[in-house]
């Protein structure tokens, strides 16, 4: 078996991936072609005519957030680093309390199609609309960045594509079926691609689950104790003295190695409350208590999941062994492709690698249809227009949006492949957390928060957090940086959460007493009441 991967840096039947990766999306284009017959209106394109129950909702929210890089890049960082990549599972499962005990459900309350609904109710619509939807479309943009670039980074692994211009390729068909997906399907057939892939990826990650534990007598001690030792016998530099079983191998180093996570993992609990694509997800059903329901099932999928990628990351570690992972063509990330192969041979990886192809499909369209509903919605209805345009011309801006989105990040994917990716979707985290969660938060508790406050938090959080990345260690000055060959990281933290997220609650607070600009007190009581109890909420948002 290990002669499949030594020679080439492949792992495999590039075919047997391909026709698996296939079939995958004839039924799915299947799926969305079906779906798209009841798309008729604006509720129906951008929401899914609010017709997905809690369970389903919950399926789709797991699809969307269990990206590629959670299946692939936190396996390969436990089997690596052991405890300390065990953390980004926390980290990861930790935020959805964050969005099921404060936003959810007063968000479902209040809005009608996108973030900006919320954050605009009760404060003046052009500015707050405008820098909800910059900070949406950036967000976006760095996640769906991450994705293709990722995408072709795994094609050399998964399909033995070693050529730049054939990984380039890839991404340019990834990027246009997720533009199929979107103006064929809208929310609806989005969703129910969501929901088929998040069972495929589940069902998949358990079924390895399961095989690893056989191999291992059912007991997780000797899986544990068969990685430690693994890693002991390693030659890779740096991995042999690890000790995978306690913390400190990727974090420990040093108080500025230590802090570093410390900020990573405050932007990883708070970004997920104030991610676009996940909260948009919360309109898409009938009612808040749905909402819920849908946050309670999304927090169950996922949890599951991360467990899996425990028994995954040191499964991988014991079987695989950590030289073999970071010798392979894809370094960490491909430490579940390889348990796979050597758990079920070339069947198992090619549906693994389908799997992972699939589930980088299904989240750039989640984000593609969230970035151009809050384009068409926030933009072209409630700022150009001034709500003054009826439900077909916003789908029509929408799907042209996409579009021209989707042409951007095939663009800038092949751009960034082989680039580190890592500081892309930290970037999306800590503008989320830093530019949006403190915004909603104030619009939906502080009766005196107003529009100068709101956008002092929002361009605060936004411009802070990319500026401080820009001249991080993620992006240069250190062998792992972007731009390996410059140096102008005067930033010592690769992720600036610990600095922009209280940066951007601050300035909420300064720009609403410095600003002095008062908001209408019955539409602050509406809100208050609207979000408590739900009365109200299936009226249209007022331009």
Same mark, same amino acid.
């Given at each position: 078996?290990?002669?499949?991967?030594?020679?080439?840096?492949?792992?495999?039947?590039?075919?047997?991936?391909?026709?698996?990766?296939?079939?995958?999306?004839?039924?799915?284009?299947?799926?969305?072609?079906?779906?798209?017959?009841?798309?008729?209106?604006? @509720?129906?394109?951008?929401?899914?005519?609010?017709?997905?129950?809690?369970?389903?909702?919950?399926?789709?929210?797991?699809?969307?957030?269990?990206? #590629?890089?959670?299946?692939?890049?936190?396996?390969?960082?436990?089997?690596?680093?052991?405890?300390?990549?065990?953390?980004?599972?926390?980290?990861?499962?930790?935020?959805?309390?964050?969005?099921?005990?404060?936003?959810?459900?007063?968000?479902?309350?209040?809005?009608?199609?996108?973030?900006?609904?919320?954050?605009?109710?009760?404060?003046?619509?052009?500015?707050?609309?405008?820098?909800?939807?910059?900070?949406?479309?950036?967000?976006?943009?760095?996640?769906?960045?991450?994705?293709?670039?990722?995408?072709?980074?795994?094609?050399?692994?998964?399909?033995?594509?070693?050529?730049?211009?054939?990984?380039?390729?890839?991404?340019?068909?990834?990027?246009?079926?997720?533009?199929?997906?979107?103006?064929?399907?809208?929310?609806?057939?989005?969703?129910?691609?969501?929901?088929?892939?998040?069972?495929?990826?589940? @069902?998949?990650?358990?079924? =390895?689950?399961?095989?690893?534990?056989?191999?291992?007598?059912?007991?997780?001690?000797?899986?544990?104790?068969?990685?430690?030792?693994?890693?002991?016998?390693?030659?890779?530099?740096?991995?042999?003295?690890?000790?995978?079983?306690?913390?400190?191998?990727?974090?420990?180093?040093?108080?500025?190695?230590?802090?570093?996570?410390?900020?990573?993992?405050?932007?990883?609990?708070?970004?997920?409350?104030?991610?676009?694509?996940?909260?948009?997800?919360?309109?898409?059903?009938?009612?808040?208590?749905? #909402?819920?329901?849908?946050?309670?099932?999304?927090?169950?999928?996922?949890?599951?999941?991360?467990?899996?990628?425990?028994?995954?990351?040191?499964?991988?570690? @014991?079987?695989?062994?950590?030289?073999?992972?970071?010798?392979?063509?894809?370094?960490?990330?491909?430490?579940?492709?390889?348990?796979?192969?050597?758990?079920?041979?070339?069947?198992?990886?090619?549906?693994?690698?389908?799997?992972?192809?699939?589930?980088?499909? @299904?989240?750039?369209?989640?984000?593609?249809?969230?970035?151009?509903?809050?384009?068409?919605?926030?933009?072209?209805?409630?700022?150009?227009?001034?709500?003054?345009?009826?439900?077909?011309?916003?789908?029509?801006?929408?799907?042209?949006?996409?579009?021209?989105?989707?042409?951007?990040?095939?663009?800038?994917?092949?751009?960034?492949?082989?680039?580190?990716?890592?500081?892309?979707?930290?970037?999306?985290?800590?503008?989320?957390?830093?530019?949006?969660?403190?915004?909603?938060?104030?619009?939906?508790?502080?009766?005196?928060?107003?529009?100068?406050?709101?956008?002092?938090?929002?361009?605060?959080?936004?411009?802070?957090?990319?500026?401080?990345?820009?001249?991080?260690?993620?992006?240069?000055?250190?062998?792992?940086? =972007?731009?390996?060959?410059?140096?102008?990281?005067?930033?010592?933290?690769?992720?600036?959460?610990?600095?922009?997220?209280?940066?951007?609650?601050?300035?909420?607070?300064?720009?609403?007493?410095?600003?002095?600009?008062?908001?209408?007190?019955?539409?602050?009581?509406?809100?208050?009441?609207?979000?408590?109890?739900?009365?109200?909420?299936?009226?249209?948002?007022?331009?």
């Amino acid at each position: 078996m290990i002669s499949y991967y030594a020679a080439e840096g492949t792992v495999g039947n590039p075919a047997a991936n391909i026709g698996i990766f296939a079939l995958f999306v004839a039924v799915t284009m299947v799926v969305v072609i079906r779906a798209s017959r009841n798309t008729s209106t604006a @509720a129906d394109y951008f929401t899914g005519g609010r017709g997905f129950s809690g369970p389903q909702n919950g399926i789709a929210i797991a699809g969307d957030y269990l990206s #590629a890089a959670s299946f692939l890049g936190i396996a390969g960082a436990i089997a690596v680093y052991g405890y300390d990549g065990f953390l980004y599972s926390i980290g990861f499962l930790v935020a959805w309390l964050v969005a099921l005990l404060l936003v959810a459900e007063m968000l479902r309350n209040t809005g009608k199609f996108t973030m900006a609904d919320v954050l605009s109710f009760r404060l003046k619509q052009g500015p707050v609309r405008t820098a909800a939807a910059l900070s949406t479309l950036t967000v976006s943009l760095f996640y769906l960045l991450a994705q293709m670039a990722g995408a072709g980074g795994l094609v050399a692994l998964l399909l033995d594509i070693q050529s730049r211009a054939g990984q380039s390729l890839v991404i340019a068909v990834v990027g246009i079926l997720m533009i199929v997906y979107v103006l064929v399907g809208g929310m609806k057939g989005t969703t129910w691609v969501q929901i088929i892939k998040a069972v495929l990826l589940i @069902a998949g990650a358990g079924l =390895m689950t399961v095989l690893v534990f056989s191999k291992f007598g059912f007991n997780l001690s000797e899986i544990l104790g068969a990685a430690q030792s693994k890693v002991s016998e390693a030659t890779t530099t740096g991995v042999a003295s690890r000790d995978v079983l306690a913390p400190g191998a990727q974090y420990g180093g040093s108080e500025m190695s230590k802090l570093n996570f410390l900020s990573l993992g405050l932007a990883l609990v708070l970004g997920t409350a104030g991610l676009p694509h996940v909260l948009m997800r919360f309109y898409t059903v009938p009612t808040a208590k749905e #909402a819920r329901r849908s946050v309670v099932w999304a927090i169950a999928l996922i949890g599951a999941f991360y467990l899996f990628t425990l028994v995954l990351g040191y499964g991988a570690a @014991a079987i695989v062994g950590p030289d073999k992972i970071l010798g392979a063509a894809g370094g960490q990330n491909s430490a579940a492709p390889l348990l796979a192969f050597e758990l079920g041979g070339v069947l198992l990886l090619g549906i693994i690698s389908a799997v992972a192809f699939a589930t980088i499909l @299904a989240v750039v369209a989640g984000l593609t249809i969230t970035a151009s509903a809050s384009f068409a919605h926030d933009i072209y209805a409630g700022v150009i227009k001034r709500g003054k345009v009826d439900e077909f011309k916003q789908v029509r801006v929408s799907r042209i949006t996409a579009v021209v989105i989707g042409l951007l990040a095939i663009g800038l994917g092949i751009l960034a492949n082989g680039q580190n990716i890592a500081f892309l979707v930290a970037l999306a985290f800590a503008v989320a957390a830093a530019a949006n969660l403190p915004t909603i938060l104030f619009s939906l508790f502080w009766k005196r928060f107003n529009t100068t406050g709101a956008l002092y938090s929002m361009y605060g959080g936004l411009i802070s957090t990319i500026v401080l990345i820009v001249f991080s260690p993620a992006v240069s000055g250190s062998s792992t940086s =972007m731009l390996k060959t410059m140096d102008f990281a005067w930033f010592p933290l690769s992720n600036p959460g610990i600095v922009s997220i209280p940066l951007a609650f601050a300035l909420g607070v300064i720009g609403t007493f410095v600003g002095g600009d008062s908001e209408d007190p019955a539409k602050a009581a509406e809100m208050e009441v609207r979000s408590l109890t739900g009365v109200g909420a299936e009226k249209a948002v007022v331009h």
